[in-house]
């Protein structure tokens, strides 16, 4: 029997109507949990993403940041 080498998308990733897979910077609970305490985002290991949603899920929180949805420092993310 064969078995389905299909992977399960991470929680994290949205896919689109059209089949496009993109990180929502409006989801600002799923980002907090792909950053430190401190403000520093995890890398790709730790988060068990692979390098292409790594550099989505950063352009995500580097846009809530720069829109204020997001601090940039530890002050406010706890």
Same mark, same amino acid.
């Given at each position: 029997?064969?078995? #389905?080498?299909? @992977?399960?998308?991470?929680?994290? =990733?949205? $896919? #689109?109507? @059209? !089949?496009?897979?993109? $990180? /929502?910077? @409006?989801? =600002? /609970? %799923?980002l &907090?949990r792909?950053? #430190?305490?401190?403000?520093k985002?995890? !890398? &790709?290991? &730790? $988060?068990?993403?692979? %390098?292409?949603?790594?550099? &989505? =899920?950063?352009r995500? =929180? @580097?846009?809530?940041? +720069?829109?204020?949805?997001l601090? +940039?420092? #530890?002050a406010?993310?706890?």
């Amino acid at each position: 029997m064969q078995r #389905s080498e299909r @992977k399960q998308t991470p929680p994290f =990733i949205t $896919v #689109s109507g @059209k !089949g496009v897979e993109y $990180v /929502d910077y @409006k989801n =600002i /609970d %799923a980002l &907090r949990r792909l950053m #430190s305490p401190n403000g520093k985002i995890y !890398g &790709r290991k &730790r $988060v068990g993403a692979n %390098a292409q949603q790594q550099r &989505r =899920i950063a352009r995500a =929180i @580097k846009q809530a940041r +720069y829109l204020g949805l997001l601090p +940039y420092t #530890s002050a406010t993310l706890r």
